[in-house]
């Protein structure tokens, strides 16, 4: 029950955080703890030194930053999810916080702990595989930025170094191309309970032209195994108006396209929901899309 | 174990007291309150971030104390259950039972409403609802049980529960029209348990809402 012996290490810069990171070995940065407290606790993770990033102020913040929203690592769910540049801008991202765990889980869980661990069944997946937006870290070398495309590898897997941290990210403006009249998106997720991780779930961002067709469509679907970017369901229904026939093309589509870990009737049941939530997504992106024209 | 426990000196207030304690760096909030402060209102059930039992307010927010480190909370603020009766007081909105122990709106209203059973998942309950309300006045249903969805109680069935903080935001309101006369302090302090009241400086009987004196409908 009680994790094994660490050493509490609070810093209170980024700075001050890649010293510590090289000074300390087996240390582990210590953000929400929403996922490292309870890896500690069952003893997955047994760090001998905690560096406790909780305490940097310089990354608690949701900025609007011209074509972008940018959000600091430490931002906490609750403060993107209310943040009045995402709620304006990237709708979608905040649509999709709210169905994260509960309330007070989103108050201490934050951005760069939830993108660090890259949990397959997490709700940020999705919908940072649309958007993707440039993740910033630092480390002893300085800082890079990488498009999320490049960031994430995989299931729990980031292309993070040994003594780097994610600083922050900067989530692209949803706003309609040059070619398109408007844009709509969503987040749908299937849960087997309230707050908890999604059986499966879809982010969706659609654009239609004035005629309402559809110009450009990004899926992707998390939840069941890999993290799965269903190009074949994209490309059916651009130049579509979305008709029930579409729509169920689609959502075929996805039902190959996902490789859930489960085999047998779980495993039908994940790809079925994969298909029933893609249609509902993209449903609800083309209404919210289709509202301003 | 050769090694020695690493430990921290943690300053930190809690339901407007200063305490400074060393504790283990591996202690848990919810531990830290229970066994080095003594304020076993908190409780602990599932640990692992699910139940919400622990619910503590950290700095004013909403937190699961199992999830936290005691050695994370240094400098901070923290309210817990035993907090909620002094906040009443310090609002003026406090409500006394019948054997004189003073109460917040919530409080009474869980137990007017049956919104507990055996009152394990109780104090999580309430502090989420104290924030939630601190929020906003009047929530709707959904609202209420979108807040309290992290908490959960193997008695109720939830929507006494539910009806327990819309009874508490309405006798806040009405404590808030009550300051605006002459003694906004007793005009809010009502006196009731289960429908008896027993204070004679209470402002209303409670059963009021229970046997209307017509006029209204019904
Ligand atoms: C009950 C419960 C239910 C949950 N349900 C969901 C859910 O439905 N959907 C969902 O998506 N998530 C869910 N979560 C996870 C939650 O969103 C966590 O907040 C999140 O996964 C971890 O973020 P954190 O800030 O708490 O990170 P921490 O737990 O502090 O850290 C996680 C990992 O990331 C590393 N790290 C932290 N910050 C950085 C940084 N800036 N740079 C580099 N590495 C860093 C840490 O060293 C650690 O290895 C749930 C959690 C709980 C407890
Ligand atoms: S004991 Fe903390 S959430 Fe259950
Ligand atoms: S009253 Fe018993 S668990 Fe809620």
């Known amino acids: 029950m009680y994790p094994s012996q660490f050493e509490h290490v609070p810093v209170d810069s980024v700075d001050d955080a890649v010293a510590a990171l090289q000074e300390y070995e087996d240390a582990e940065l210590l953000a929400g703890g929403q996922s490292l407290v309870p890896l500690q606790k069952t003893r997955f993770a047994s760090p001998d030194y905690l560096v406790d990033i909780t305490g940097i102020e310089e990354l608690q913040y949701v900025d609007d930053a011209g074509d972008a929203v940018e959000v600091g690592a430490l931002a906490s769910h609750t403060q993107i999810q209310r943040a009045q540049p995402v709620k304006d801008h990237v709708y979608l991202f905040s649509e999709c916080i709210g169905q994260i765990a509960d309330w007070p889980v989103r108050n201490q869980g934050t951005f760069g702990g939830t993108v660090a661990e890259a949990d397959p069944s997490g709700d940020y997946l999705p919908v940072l595989q649309i958007l993707d937006p440039e993740i910033t870290l630092v480390g002893p070398d300085g800082e890079r930025t990488v498009p999320f495309e490049e960031f994430y590898l995989g299931m729990f897997t980031v292309d993070m170094e040994e003594g780097e941290l994610i600083t922050r990210a900067r989530l692209p403006k949803l706003t309609p191309s040059s070619d398109a009249a408007g844009i709509g998106s969503t987040y749908k997720k299937h849960a087997e309970r309230s707050g908890d991780y999604a059986l499966a779930s879809v982010a969706a961002i659609v654009e239609v032209d004035d005629a309402g067709d559809v110009t450009d469509a990004r899926l992707s679907v998390g939840g069941v195994g890999p993290l799965t970017r269903p190009e074949e369901a994209e490309s059916l229904v651009e130049g579509t108006d979305l008709d029930d026939d579409v729509l169920a093309e689609a959502a075929a589509a996805v039902r190959e396209a996902v490789l859930p870990d489960e085999e047998g009737p779980e495993g039908d049941y994940k790809e079925a929901m994969a298909g029933e939530f893609t249609e509902r997504a993209l449903e609800t992106a083309y209404e919210r899309a289709t509202e301003s024209i | ?218």
Not at chain 2, 50 to 72: E, I, R
Not at chain 2, 129 to 135: D, I, P, T, V
């Open chain 2, 1 to 218: 174990m050769s090694k020695s426990e690493p430990t921290t000196t943690v300053t930190v207030t809690v339901n407007g007291e200063e305490y400074v304690k060393e504790t283990e760096d591996r202690k848990l909030l919810v531990h830290f309150l229970r066994e080095d402060l003594g304020l076993t209102g908190t409780h602990q059930g599932c640990v692992v971030g699910k139940c919400g039992a622990c619910t503590v307010l950290h700095d004013g927010t909403p937190k699961k104390s199992c999830m936290l480190y005691a050695a994370q909370i240094d400098g901070d603020e923290i309210t817990t259950v035993e907090g909620l009766a002094d906040i009443a007081e310090a609002e003026g909105n406090e409500m006394e039972t019948r054997d004189g122990a003073t109460l917040h709106p919530l409080q009474m209203g869980f137990k007017r409403n049956h919104g507990l059973q055996c009152g394990f998942c109780t104090p999580g309950f309430l502090m989420t609802s104290y924030a939630l309300l601190q929020e906003n006045e009047d929530p709707d249903d959904d609202e209420i049980r979108s807040a309290l969805s992290g908490n959960i109680c193997r008695c109720t069935g939830y929507n006494s529960i539910v009806e327990s903080v819309e009874w508490a935001a309405a006798e806040l309101a009405g404590a808030d029209d009550g300051a605006g006369g002459s003694d906004g302090n007793e005009d809010g302090a009502v006196s009731t348990d289960g429908g008896f009241s027993t204070d004679g400086a209470a402002g209303g009987c409670p059963c009021r809402r229970d046997y209307p004196t017509g006029g209204d409908g019904e």
